[in-house]
């Protein structure tokens, strides 16, 4: 997917104008609220006709205030998962399911009915009204419906905003295995540094109005480490878990973690905040946090008035924040030997 | 005791079928008006809000003596119709038209609030799964407006039962030819001795506008338990 985008509509005193070129299969928008992702998603999908600029996917020109070139919504092939799965009230879930597939030409129907509806796990709900289902549910079904109309680019609009954190995460891997098995290019928008990790390579950070410059999810949250209050969230996979002494013991790479939130299920993504760990230059002894793993200095690296530490532990990275003089007293910087110091209760199960 | 005279079953048929035909000819104008008026931007939208509600403010005996203007023989209208062979003014078809033009307002008002009431975003969506707006028109907002439609239906079914003032005047009091309920009740209240007769009619009246307000509520409930 190739989306060449300038184009701005005002709004009053405000000015919304978005400059950007991107090419890629996974893109997130990330911003505050009221930043103007809204607006962009809905000059995107054709439902919010910008004041001027040219707009192009994939060399074809969606909108041209020059050539007076507008395509409508319904010829732009651009579908769209809304922050509130907007579900049609009065029809089935598999008529909701069809509606864009019903629409779609077909030599362009090359997604199976019958495969989504096992990659989205919905074969129990289709002759269900929509009126009655969870939100996780109304959300897949929302995610199906967009994914059967065969769009050449799929807009996710804060899809997990909606849901309790426990779903948003349960709802991650079917966005994942749909774009994956489908070979749909999306752009994630959020919110989020963390869903922004999961969902997108290339980020566009939207402010104000508008944008800057192309970055990845993880230099970005570097980045807003300093400046932010949960620091930089690690996102730890984690598998086969074992149960010692009422606590979790995880296979993380070649290295063991011990948890207090985890559960029986074989795999599982647990956050850990920079500023949840403690870097030691010397074995720690009698102390009450139950990991103490050694590791060495990969990189340092500057946010606000926080040093980032990013730690290779075995083969594994993660990354803990320490304040300037803590950095000097410990001698850090690449190729350091230190012992990151962690309680099982820092971790945070998200799936 | 009630009491009905032939005229009277005569005038109670017609005010029912007026009623229906004014309500049944003006649904689709009515969903294309309340669509226009919810959805649409454009210029004169407020001279076209203030048009199609300008009956409810009227007194109709002012909107039959328009329509009078209209539609009689030497009308801007009326002379057209005259030539190809159609009379309008003094049939019932008249008493359909003042029906009509009087209810309208209310037709629209209740559509219009249905569709307001439906989440803009689904029309987005569907808008964005290929849908063009008329598909969208009647596969989201009409099914969706349904509440809005039966209930500006009964509305306006009720209205044109009731409808005195701009049907006496476009359509005369001819009964067993325009002689609906209020026009008949109107005549016997005028004609000494005929209270009993006055009085059947009201209670037919009354059964009327009670059977299209229950069936107004238990269509509504229905549709909220659907939905």
Known sequence: MEMKFKAGKNYGDVAMDFDFAVSGERVGVFGESGSGKSTLVGMLAGLLQPDQGEITLDGESLFSSERGINIPPERRRIAVVFQQPTLFPHLSVESNLLYGFRRTLPEQRTIDFATLVDVLNLEGLLERGVNNLSGGEKQRVSLGRAVLANPRLLLMDEPMSALDDNLKFQIIPYLKSVSEQFKIPYFFISHSLVEMRLMADQVIVVSGGRNAALTTADQLARARMGHSPVGYINLLKVKTPRRIDGLFAYSWGNQELLISAGNDQAEALFELSSKDIILCKRHPEAISARNLIACTVANTFVSGNRIGVELACGDQLMVAEVVESAAEELGIRSGSELFAVIKAVAFRRLG | ?227
């Open chain 2, 1 to 227: 005791m009630l009491t009905f005279t032939p005229a009277d079953y005569e005038a109670i048929g017609l005010s029912v079928k007026v009623a229906i035909t004014a309500t049944i000819l003006s649904l689709p104008l009515g969903f294309l008006l309340s669509y226009i008026l919810t959805y649409g931007v454009f210029r004169g939208k407020l001279l076209l809000e203030v048009l199609i509600n300008l009956p409810l403010t009227l007194p109709p005996v002012v909107i039959g003596y328009f329509l009078l203007i209209l539609l009689g023989r030497h009308g801007w209208l009326g002379g057209m119709l005259e030539a190809v062979g159609i009379r309008i003014i003094f049939t019932w078809k008249a008493a359909v038209i003042a029906s009509a033009v009087v209810g309208f307002p209310l037709l629209v008002r209740s559509m219009r609030i249905g569709m307001e009431s439906i989440d803009r975003q689904l029309i987005h969506a569907s808008r964005t799964l290929g849908a063009h707006w008329y598909d969208t028109l009647l596969t989201i907002i009409l099914p969706l407006s349904t509440r809005g439609i039966i209930a500006g239906s009964s509305l306006m079914f009720a209205r044109s039962l009731g409808e005195f003032g701009a049907t006496i005047i476009v359509a005369g009091n001819i009964p067993g030819v325009t002689q609906t309920i209020p026009l008949a009740i109107y005549e016997y209240a005028a004609s000494p001795g005929s209270e009993t007769m006055a009085l059947s009619l009201c209670v037919v009246s009354v059964l009327l506008s009670l059977v299209v307000l229950i069936f107004h509520e238990v269509m509504g409930a229905k549709l909220v338990r659907r939905s």
